[in-house]
């Protein structure tokens, strides 16, 4: 704020006054535009390297904090594994032979498609008896405004074609696609696209009610380099973007998963199959939502539908 002349103050003395109150003004604008930064005079220019390298300090305090956080409801100590129960004598028959089957599937493994699978969306697999869950869910994610993708892949043994393409009309809005596994096609109301079907995994499944192989088959099967899957039950309440783009437990392990409501049955011959540690009171994951980057956790991912394709003989061992 400057002092005003008084009205009878000379025009040339008001020129004076004007002048002596300009100059200490743009010399503290000089100084501070010039002076390096420093504790008193913070630069008025950020630099972009400085913003990114806050930005990582700040993803990497909430990713040990989210582990701290975790670490308290995991608790995976050696000394907390259950090494006294051994396997009955189901478990014991059925470990030789998975133990060579483990072998086996390490040997069908493939190296990423890096050229086949782009961008990022919602998957979803669903059964004649998930129809109407799924058009709750369809509704959900049209309602949450998000812009992604939507794959939603099918058995043509389940639902028909007209029942899936019947679920694209819950949600008009939504830019979704209905894929089959036997066909490996994608549609929706205007377009048809054939897909690869080298990289599509039909599920191998003789028993209509194990649908749990639909779900990394309908993962790797989809066209997107990274996938929110959503069980047909699990609904959105706000755009799920936000997910792939900030979440730091997902940016730093290229996977997020959230924990189920119950607790791994701990078995050490189990988990030395696995070659991983085990947990007293470790908490198993939901599948009903998961979020991954095949990319960066391809190899997992891909064992994985590998072992649901042999349902019959793993279902055995890790459930009891």
Not at 120 to 141: C, T
Not at 179 to 184: L, N, P, Q, S, V
Not at 185 to 191: E, G, I, K, S, T
Not at 264 to 284: A, D
Request: hydrophobic share 40%; glycine share 4%.
């Amino acid at each position: 704020m400057f002092l005003l002349p008084n009205k009878g103050t000379p025009r040339k003395y008001i020129k004076v006054i004007y002048c002596l109150s300009t100059i200490p003004l743009f010399l503290i604008i000089k100084y501070m535009m010039l002076k390096p930064q420093n504790h008193f005079f913070p630069s008025l220019f950020v630099d972009s390297s400085v913003l990114q390298l806050s930005n990582a300090l700040f993803r990497d305090e909430l990713i040990n904090e989210h582990l701290a956080s975790y670490s308290r409801m995991y608790d995976n100590a050696p000394s907390k594994c259950n090494t006294t129960s051994s396997l009955n004598t189901q478990g014991e028959h059925h470990f030789l032979p998975i133990s060579k089957l483990l072998i086996t599937l390490r040997q069908q493994m493939i190296l990423y498609p890096n050229e086949y699978f782009h961008g990022l969306g919602i998957v979803l697999s669903v059964g004649h008896y998930q129809l109407p869950l799924a058009r709750v869910n369809l509704k959900m994610i049209e309602h949450s405004g998000t812009k992604l993708h939507v794959q939603i892949w099918y058995s043509s043994t389940q639902v028909s074609e007209k029942e899936m393409m019947d679920l694209l009309n819950q949600a008009p809005k939504l830019n979704a696609r209905i894929c089959c596994f036997d066909t490996a096609q994608c549609r929706d109301h205007q377009h048809t696209w054939q897909l690869n079907s080298t990289h599509v995994y039909k599920p191998r499944t003789g028993n209509p009610g194990k649908s749990f192989p639909y779900k990394p088959a309908a993962i790797i099967s989809a066209t997107f380099t990274e996938v929110l899957f959503l069980d047909c039950d699990a609904y959105v309440t706000r755009d799920p973007t936000d997910l792939f783009l900030s979440d730091p437990m997902y940016l730093k392990f290229g996977a997020l998963f959230f924990p189920d409501g119950y607790q791994s049955r701990q078995y050490s011959v189990v988990w030395n199959l696995f070659n991983t540690t085990c947990g007293e009171h470790e908490y198993e994951l939901d599948s009903a939502v998961i979020l991954v980057d095949k990319k960066r956790v391809w190899n997992g991912l891909y064992m994985t539908n590998l072992m649901n394709a042999n349902y019959e003989v793993f279902y055995h061992v890790i459930v009891f």
